[in-house]
């Protein structure tokens, strides 16, 4: 059983950075064998992709939003999936989701980024709540 936990989030100043990491937490099951994706999700509004890649090749997507200021990026050794955002904006302020799925399950990154792609078969973490203030 995949269980992903998500830390590095907090308050920041706009113009500020943070580095989101996903791990998971059974020691047992390798990311390395699963698309990831990091999503966000504002009060009121649904949950969208923000930055996934493949498993295998890690190929990357980002949604347009934040294309040039985060990169999504793989430690194999340390079995976690790091999110680095850059010149982050007050508009980033959401809880911040990782999710899995096994590489057989998902073609291409922009397929991963669709949290519909995600269930069934996929896994999510609680979140951890990223605020940019002014």
């Known amino acids: 059983q995949v269980q992903l936990v998500e830390s590095g989030g907090g308050l920041v100043q706009a113009g500020g950075a943070l580095r989101l990491s996903c791990t998971n937490a059974n020691s047992g099951f390798t990311l390395e064998d699963y698309a990831i994706g990091w999503f966000l999700q504002a009060p009121g509004k649904a949950r969208e992709g923000v930055s996934c890649l493949t498993s295998k090749d890690d190929r990357t997507y980002a949604a347009d939003s934040v294309k040039g200021r985060f990169t999504i990026s793989r430690d194999n050794a340390k079995n976690t999936v790091y999110l680095q955002m850059n010149s982050l904006k007050r508009e980033d302020t959401a809880v911040y989701y990782c999710?899995?799925?096994?590489?057989?399950?998902?073609?291409?990154?922009?397929?991963?980024?669709?949290?519909?792609?995600?269930?069934?078969?996929?896994?999510w973490g609680q979140g951890t709540q990223v605020t940019v203030s002014s």
């Open positions: 999710a899995a799925k096994a590489g057989i399950f998902i073609d291409t990154a922009q397929a991963m980024c669709n949290p519909d792609q995600v269930a069934p078969m996929g896994y």
